[in-house]
């Protein structure tokens, strides 16, 4: 779907004038602290912070945002019940170095409104202070102890979704492969919003949305080269499976999957060639390309039409409920279906 002419200049226009991440990702993360300051809650949702405790005695934060269904009349007063069909256990994006719970805590309760379920949001610790697979690790960790009933006392694991955007979306399918190859817990089902899967985002990469996408579409290809090298140790971790899931020799035993990439982000090949290939190895995968979207367009309001689709997809997946009727269609349905 062509992109509107004057969003497309406007979007060329800011990324042509963002600096190198490598040199501002402080700058980021402040003006991401400062637009987290102006979020207001929903009535309609309880926000509770809390922690779980890593291997090494570190305090994990963790957000856990819970719908509520508020009734009120004159006879019987105010009642206020949790309501919930389930519980998302959500990595946010943002390059393993920008993003936390705050900047993402609409995005975070929006979601758990739209979605009906309980959402637990993890601020897992970030690069370069602190490299893979420390992230990886304390989003392990979070995972095991929600499946053993030591974050939330009601958790039910067979309604337990694995989500992550970006990044996240990296997190959410290597906690997946973890827990397979650890044997400690599975999750039944998992969300992945246009997520990196690959080693190489050079000019000569396998996947040509690195090259058509790689400039002037928010999130370059020099983005994603400057996260990938403040997140990574050395030469060593590019070819590490759990760094780059699309490595694993084998993609056997994973969740239910739903992976939703945009059409405008450099890292959608990678996304649907993760989707291809949890299918080629027996799993049930739906995948959605969605039509004039770049990186990162989830966290915007949703009021647009591109979040609102997002949203009708993630509940048809977990719900089975019908996508709505349009004459053109903003997604483009590619493997499965929800």
């Given amino acids: 779907m062509p992109m509107n002419k004057a969003v497309e200049a406007t979007v060329k226009t800011i990324t042509r004038l963002r600096p190198d991440i490598t040199k501002s990702y402080k700058r980021q993360r402040a003006a991401e602290d400062a637009s987290a300051k102006l979020t207001i809650a929903s009535p309609r949702c309880r926000i509770d912070d809390a922690a779980v405790e890593a291997p090494d005695g570190y305090q994990i934060p963790i957000r856990i945002f819970t719908p509520l269904d508020i009734d009120f009349s004159l006879k019987s007063g105010l009642h206020v019940n949790e309501d919930v069909r389930g519980t998302i256990l959500f990595f946010h994006g943002g390059g393993w170095a920008n993003g936390d719970i705050d900047f993402y805590t609409d995005s975070c309760m929006r979601t758990a409104l739209k979605l009906e379920r309980r959402l637990v949001s993890v601020d897992y610790r970030r690069s370069p202070e602190h490299r893979f697979p420390a992230a990886i690790e304390d989003c392990y960790e979070v995972a095991r102890q929600l499946f053993a009933g030591k974050v939330v ?40 919003l246009y997520p990196l899967t690959y080693d190489d985002h050079s000019e000569t990469s396998l996947f040509d949305s690195v090259r058509e996408n790689g400039e002037g579409y928010l999130l370059t290809r020099e983005d994603i080269v400057g996260y990938i090298g403040m997140y990574l140790n050395g030469p060593e971790d590019y070819h590490n499976p759990y760094f780059a899931p699309l490595l694993q020799p084998s ?75 349009e004459d053109e269609p903003r997604w483009l349905e590619i493997l499965g279906t929800v």
């Fill in 251 to 325: 993609l056997a035993d994973q969740p239910r999957t739903l992976v939703m990439t945009a059409e405008y982000c450099p890292l959608r090949d990678e996304g649907e060639a993760y989707a291809a290939r949890l299918a080629d190895d027996g799993g049930e995968v739906a995948l959605f390309r969605m039509l004039g979207g770049v990186h990162g367009y989830f966290l915007y309001p949703t009021v647009l039409s591109l979040v609102r689709d997002t949203y009708a997809v993630m509940k048809s997946f977990l719900d089975g409920s019908e996508l709505p009727k």
């Fill in 153 to 192: 006392d009601d958790v039910n694991p067979e309604h337990v979704v694995l989500f992550g955007d970006s990044a996240g979306g990296n997190l959410a399918a290597v906690v997946s492969l973890l827990a397979r190859d650890r044997g400690e817990f599975m999750p039944k089902t998992q969300m992945l």
